[in-house]
């Protein structure tokens, strides 16, 4: 509210008596700038929106922090690379700060992991569930869990290219999408866009020669 919606609502009594409603004024002034402040908060604490230092504190809101425990090599932005995931969209620029390896998660990979945790807060330990949890973070690339029967499974990805940092974190357990007593015993990872090769099987997930892109194991 402003200060004249606050004066709309004087009765017509006292509405043309100037020092009560420059009473008025006086005393709502600091409640409308204070309603202010914290309108302006939202956006700024916003998972769509934060930045820095915001952002770090939703990370520990819901338990995903910045900082890794280990630090992940073989991330940065190269050229001309084998690794498609070191090219344009994919590497991660190298700062001063970093040489051969990184530990703290830059806002756009960061913000996605805890998308990807808040959904996993709310997990009810499906496969159905799973994939909800991969798509409130990840909506372009696509997750299929192919289960072992031996009380393990693996997870794929399909439908594009997966930066390098983003395969880091996720194959390297920072965020452990599975039930009590199961273990991921592998994660695939798309080297191109679209389905993944395979034989005798032609689905969104899955193709044959000059369309599946050969996948990579974690």
Do not use: C
Not at 162 to 179: E, H, M, Y
């Amino acid at each position: 509210m402003t200060i004249e919606d606050y004066l709309n609502l004087i009765t017509a009594a006292f509405r043309d008596q100037p020092n009560f409603t420059d009473m008025i004024s006086a005393d709502v002034e600091t409640q409308v700038q204070v309603q202010d402040l914290m309108l302006s908060m939202i956006p700024i604490f916003d998972v769509d929106t934060a930045i820095g230092d915001q952002l770090d504190i939703i990370g520990e809101w819901v338990g995903f922090p910045r900082t890794l425990s280990v630090p992940v090599e073989g991330v940065f932005f190269s050229w001309d690379g084998t690794d498609p995931t070191l090219g344009w969209d994919s590497g991660i620029w190298q700062t001063n700060e970093d040489q051969t390896q990184i530990t703290v998660l830059p806002d756009d990979v960061y913000r996605n992991f805890i998308k990807a945790k808040i959904a996993a807060n709310h997990w009810d330990g499906t496969t159905d569930g799973a994939y909800q949890v991969w798509d409130a973070a990840f909506p372009t690339i696509s997750m299929l869990i192919i289960d072992d029967l031996d009380m393990s499974y693996r997870v794929a990805f399909v439908g594009g290219i997966i930066d390098a940092l983003t395969i880091a974190v996720i194959s390297g357990g920072f965020l452990p999408l599975k039930p009590e007593g199961v273990r991921i015993s592998e994660y695939i990872f798309p080297s191109n866009t679209g389905p993944m090769f395979g034989w005798d099987l032609q689905t969104d997930f899955i193709n044959g020669w000059d369309i599946g892109s050969w996948p990579q194991s974690f």
